[in-house]
């Protein structure tokens, strides 16, 4: 049972904002087993507008719309959708009570842009007619449109709540689609694609997609079958032979981040962990602890951004700091060495390097970022050399960070250094 | 002079992927006034990619391509894009020489999925020769197709060094379109909208456009026209009569983010900060250092995630968290107090509160968050109530937090709370 998504606005064909509505609602029909064919875009354009709705109508089962249901003057999806569908536009009482009743709350009054809201195409439902969040549905010809707002947590919350649940009940016995999510740090596109070539004629109807996502690679195992068992068995096999070519650079097969693998191995070895952070500011601690439950292993740490704050709070001697430089070897140790006994953790690690874009030299260029990681009386660091912008060497450094956190507890190798 | 934007793969139309290529293609257009009239993602099936492929050929003068021109076996672009123009599939030699001469450098051997690579429609031109992201171009029937992989820093390379250059080169005498984006953060929706009514037939021909980006809110204005100077004129105009409607809540009104903002308020008055961070877990520090520069004002600060670090980095009195809780304002003021005692900056800032899903009492339920700022002697705190999951909780604490800075630095008040 195939349908598509059309999102309206001048900020998607400009470039202004990232399509997360239709990245949202293609990604939840996916996982219910309902086939995405087509996402298009298109300005607050009537012409363009009008054009994508037809379109749909001709060639789709249902129709997910969001987008210009607000209130500024290029909000007019319910007089395009009207035109399209060919029906005359009407004031929804209904509707009008409900805005009246939340502008009411807030003390504000009513206004004509805010009337505006409560017009829409003759034959229209009302979504979600007690709570906060409007949007509407029309079925025409057998096909169903379901226009949500433009504003991504009030289209989520539709998505979940109302159009989900409809289209599953309309639609049954879908086939079944199986997916692995496979995420490899630490080996680059062609290395991959060279390995994996030994699977070649091995993987039956799997099909495999790559997917780049700076710093990592992720890999996709997809396959549609009439039987759930039997899907999950060939993609079990598949996932284990990839793994078993790819080796310690996989580090998730099941969608879990970095941060959360690093996560869960300190909750298995019932160890804590604390951070100093100097090039990457404060990054490894918000990717941590964006992980519910991360207090549990995740004691906290501190950002020396400047010098001053390594000898202060993480007593990292001021020879070190003079002889060898904040970015070197021997700083990253005592800094990971420093907020280990600072807190009492049994791991500490430590990020110093030059993010850019100035600050670079000869010797040390832009890029150039020490790890340390010590446990007890051990502690190792190595530097390394990323490319890209001041946004993605701290990326690259947080992975890697996390990724030495990974390796270090599950006794495998580094990845090699300069 | 329109066209638009085509990406494919299969990762677009199941929600596995954001579609960001398209978003950085549109937005590179537009500011360079070149229109964008549709954006269509499509997945790696022959029949929907055959179908944009003849749909924008028709309607549009160029076209942006993105996707299928990877390895694996759904990458079948050139294939689709040889039989949408009718036009046989060659071996290019130059585009073999080159795949051999980067896998050569790789260390790893030739393979046909790499092969596979070097095939192109007849008469396509490769982009960008000399270096190591390959695309290629058709002109058809006076369309332009520019075919940019799937990586989003090669097509993004690409799209700079030569899309762009090259369209530019083609048409002349564009019109200028000039644009302003206000930020706002600390009204909601319906009260702009309230406020923004006064101005109705004031505004001229400059269209409004409104954007929720979570916690904070976007107005755009856009104006189209002759001469550059005029628009500017009239876009300057529009700006101050909002900006002095909409008052403190405007934060920024050329593009810059919240921590931009702070950051030019602090070299401005010659002020460091530190931060000391407890639900925010990092996030503040890294939005701070995300701006080139930072380590100018920012000194970096202390994430006491457990109660420990919270009095053996920050001083915070035992007595307090026993009293009051470390969620609480006497414990943010004593962060911050702490934080800017051990790094001796000018403002010590603090964040103390519970982001979920799990911790919440009915007294201090999930989203209780204090924030603590001092300069010198003089210290303030107060609590907040923030909803939404754990990282719209962290994401609104930190925006709330350095919008104190902000605040504080400019002598506005500060946004109430509980």
Redesign the interface.
């Known amino acids: 049972m195939y349908g598509e998504i059309i999102t309206i ?12 509505n ?10 219910s087993g309902l ?9 607050d ?1 009537v012409q ?1 507008v009008t054009r ?1 709705l037809k379109r749909a109508h001709t060639s789709s089962r249902f129709v997910i719309v969001t987008g210009g249901l ?5 909000d007019m999806t319910c007089k395009i959708a009207a035109h399209a569908l060919n029906r005359p536009l009407r004031l929804d009482r209904e509707m009008l009570k409900k805005i009246q009743h ?2 009411d709350a ?1 003390g ?2 009513m ?4 009337e505006k809201m409560a017009y829409m195409p003759e034959g229209a439902r009302m979504l979600n007619p007690t709570g906060g969040t409007c949007g509407f549905s029309i079925e025409d010809k057998e096909v169903r449109f379901y226009f949500l707002p433009g ?3 009030q289209s989520r919350y539709l998505m979940d709540t109302v159009v989900l649940p409809e289209l599953l009940g309309l639609y049954e016995a879908l086939p079944v689609m199986g997916q692995r ?1 496979i995420k490899i740090y630490g080996m ?4 991959i ?2 390995k994996l ?1 030994q699977l070649r004629g091995k993987i039956g109807e799997v ?8 710093p990592e690679n992720h890999l ?1 195992l ?1 396959l549609k079958g009439e039987d759930n068992a039997q899907v999950t068995a060939v993609l079990d096999r598949v996932e284990q032979e990839i793994t078993a070519i790819l080796g310690t650079c996989v580090f998730s097969t099941d969608g879990q981040d970095m941060e959360e693998v690093v996560g869960r191995i300190l909750v298995q070895k019932e160890m804590t962990l ?2 100093a ?10 990717r ?3 992980v ?4 549990q292993y ?9 010098n ?2 390594k000898t ?2 993480l007593g990292v001697n001021e020879e070190t700091l003079k002889r060898h430089g904040a970015v070197s070897a021997k700083t990253a140790k005592e800094m990971a060495q420093g907020v280990r006994r ?3 953790s049994h791991l500490g690690l430590a990020t110093t390097g030059i ?4 600050g670079g030299t000869r010797e040390k260029p832009v890029g150039t970022v020490y790890i340390g990681l010590c446990r007890g009386e051990e502690a190792l660091s190595t530097g390394y050399r990323f490319s890209g912008d ?2 993605q060497i ?1 990326q690259q450094s947080a992975t890697m960070a996390l990724d030495w956190i990974r390796r270090y507890l599950s006794g495998y190798s580094f990845l090699p250094g300069i």
């Open positions: 606005g001048n900020e998607l064909t400009s470039g202004r904002t990232v399509d997360i239709s990245w949202y609602a293609a990604g939840r029909l996916t996982a086939g995405v064919i087509r996402v298009t875009s298109v300005g354009d363009m994508a607000g209130t500024t003057e290029d939340y502008i807030q504000i009054k206004t004509p842009p805010l504003v991504p947590e999510i680059n596109e062609p290395h694609a060279e070539d099909v495999l997609g790559f997917y780049p996502r700076f996709t997809s604390s951070v952070e100097s090039c990457t500011g404060g990054l490894i601690g918000h941590l602890t964006n519910p439950g991360s207090s995740y004691q906290g740490g501190v950002v020396s951004y400047s001053r704050l202060a709070l600072q807190t009492g993010a850019g874009p100035e001041r946004q701290k």
